[in-house]
């Protein structure tokens, strides 16, 4: 009886733990953006944004502020490419100073927007190469 007892507790802790462990293709393929991300992040942006995207006092904005992450997410990848010199409001505050352009590949720049719109506090999503090229043909 005892020896039934561990059999099926064995087979029941399998196959939970087969369940939980269990991804979608999209969810790996969200962790290896994400990854893959940081890792630009940490090499091209992080100096002026910070280690937790806090910016650089008056100089970089922040990453942090999720209503201006949500509401620019489609030029993103525009900003990245092609820098900016206008003038942006995050938090508030006018941040004046002018961001170099990043000469990256389309899935590079996928990566790192899915590491920018779902770390510091963000959950955003996927983010394909896909929309990377349909955002880059839409640059003001």
């Known amino acids: 009886m005892k ?31 994400y990854v893959n ?9 992080q100096n002026c944004h910070g280690e937790k995207g806090e910016g650089l006092g ?21 900003i990245i490419k092609n820098g900016i010199s206008t003038p942006v409001t995050v938090h508030g505050k006018v941040y004046e100073g002018k961001m170099p352009e990043f000469n990256l590949a389309n ?3 996928a990566q790192l927007i899915v590491y920018i719109t779902n770390a510091f506090g963000h959950k955003q999503g996927m983010y394909t190469n896909q929309q990377v090229e349909k955002d880059l043909k839409n640059c003001k």
């Open 107 to 109: 899935i590079d720049l």
């Open 58 to 78: 008056a100089l970089t904005p922040p990453l942090t502020d999720s209503t201006f992450m949500k509401a620019n997410k489609e030029n993103l990848a525009c």
């Open 3 to 33: 020896r039934k007892y561990i059999i099926i507790s064995s087979i029941s802790l399998t196959l939970i733990s087969m369940f939980y462990s269990c991804q979608t293709a999209e969810t790996v393929q969200k962790d290896t953006y």
């Open 37 to 45: 991300g940081r890792d630009l992040y940490i090499k091209h942006c």
